[in-house]
């Protein structure tokens, strides 16, 4: 198996291509919730990928519902300023899945609320009302994981 990283609703192309190059350098499968705030054939998208895309696993939804149905046995983790939990205090296993929201509004309030137990937030600075950019916060918490897993002897 991997671990999974969900963008719902991704808004710019430079952070998923990003993403996706971390992905592809982490055998970590891409899961993209639409709508998307870009082409996939985004000139900026494969540019911020480089030539990674061939190397990338990456699924496709048309509703965050529909991913879970697909995956109902499986523990997400959502990324989000408001939960109250580090991501280090949790202990991550195989076929995990990571979830974030897009750029300017993050997950719906809903569905951070429904999933309070198994939200996950870096540590930072709440005075300014701003957060780290989408792809940096996705390494941060994957790479995390993976140190957990022993790093699925990627070296």
Not at 16 to 30: E, F, P, Y
Not at 34 to 50: E, I, M, Q, T, Y
Not at 54 to 72: A, G, M, T, W
Not at 111 to 139: G, Y
Request: charged fraction near 25%; include cysteine.
């Amino acid at each position: 198996m991997a671990l999974n990283i969900v963008l719902v609703e991704p808004e710019i192309p430079h952070n998923t291509g990003n993403i996706a190059r971390t992905c592809a350098l982490t055998d970590t499968v891409l899961h993209l919730v639409r709508p998307l705030g870009f082409s996939v054939d985004d000139k900026h998208l494969k540019r911020a990928g480089l030539d990674y895309w061939h190397l990338v696993k990456i699924n496709y939804y048309d509703s965050f519902e529909e991913l879970v149905r697909k995956y109902p046995d499986s523990k997400f983790y959502y990324s989000t300023t408001k939960a109250k939990k580090h991501y280090t205090e949790f202990s991550y296993g195989d076929g995990d899945f990571f979830v974030f929201g897009k750029e300017t509004k993050g997950l719906p309030e809903k569905l951070i609320k429904e999933n309070i137990d198994t939200a996950i937030r870096i540590p930072m600075r709440t005075d300014l009302k701003r957060s780290l950019n989408l792809s940096n916060s996705v390494n941060i918490i994957l790479f995390e994981a993976l140190r957990q897993l022993d790093f699925f002897s990627l070296d």
